[in-house]
């Protein structure tokens, strides 16, 4: 048990689907993020929020969406993938008040077919 | 920009042996450095962290890790292996003093397999 948790734990869905991804953090965090994994690569940081404010975007294709309803949520809305957006997708929070340790979920493994 | 490196993409050893596994980091300042390990299906799990003070820091399972900061590495290593060691393993960086995002830069993973 990390304090991290992601639904679903699995995910099919075709290219015109829409579904979306959540993340619950039970550790009074504050900073939540999203990185994608995908094979031989390293991981990529996609979103972070502070505070439930977006601090961060890199560069992340509109078809994905994040929101953030409160410190302890975050989803990521997913909308006219590509088989290329199949990977491992990670959420992770972290305290205000650490020096950078992420805390992370067991992740969300996504298959665009 | 900061960058991280992990220069042996496949490790095996085995069961017993001693293991290091090698990262490399480029960054002028004084980082913070992270260890995480990745076991399959599984999501990360932080081994270890450096901040300041010692350069030898111990973690969890065994594992220890030294910052040598004219080398720029900061080496993750093992006296025994366990066959529950094999896993993925991440080095990571984030930048000391930032804004506060947090933002850890990866290191493209080391793959441990263990021989029995």
């Known amino acids: 048990e990390t304090g991290v948790t992601q639904t679903p734990r699995h995910l099919v869905m075709g290219m015109t689907n829409k579904k979306s991804l959540k993340c619950e953090q039970h550790l009074g965090h504050n900073a939540m993020y999203w990185y994608k994994q995908s094979a031989k690569k390293p991981l990529e940081l996609m979103f972070v929020?502070?505070?439930?404010?977006?601090?961060e975007n890199n560069s992340v294709p509109s078809r994905f969406s994040p929101e953030c309803p409160n410190s302890s949520h975050l989803f990521l809305h997913l909308h006219t993938l590509q088989p290329e957006d199949s990977a491992l997708y990670l959420c992770?929070?972290?305290?205000?008040?650490?020096?950078?340790?992420?805390?992370f979920g067991e992740g969300s493994r996504l298959t665009v077919l | 920009a900061q960058s991280v490196t992990q220069p042996d993409i496949h490790i095996t050893v085995s069961e017993g042996a001693s293991l290091e596994l090698r990262c490399n980091y480029s960054y002028g300042a004084t980082p913070y450095l992270f260890w995480y390990v990745q076991s399959p299906g599984q999501g990360l799990q932080l081994l270890l962290k450096?901040?300041?003070?010692?350069?030898l820091v111990q973690g969890i399972k065994g594992f220890e890790a030294e910052f040598k900061r004219s080398q720029s590495s900061f080496n993750l290593r093992k006296p025994s292996v366990h066959w529950s060691d094999a896993a993925e393993y991440f080095c990571?960086?984030?930048?000391?003093?930032?804004?506060?995002?947090?933002?850890?830069?990866f290191g493209q993973g080391t793959t441990l397999q263990v021989k029995p």
């Open positions: 992770a929070s972290r305290s205000d008040r650490d020096t950078g340790e992420l805390f």
């Open positions: 990571a960086v984030v930048e000391h003093g930032s804004s506060n995002t947090g933002k850890l830069i």
């Open positions: 450096y901040f300041s003070g010692d350069t």
């Open positions: 929020y502070n505070f439930k404010e977006q601090t």
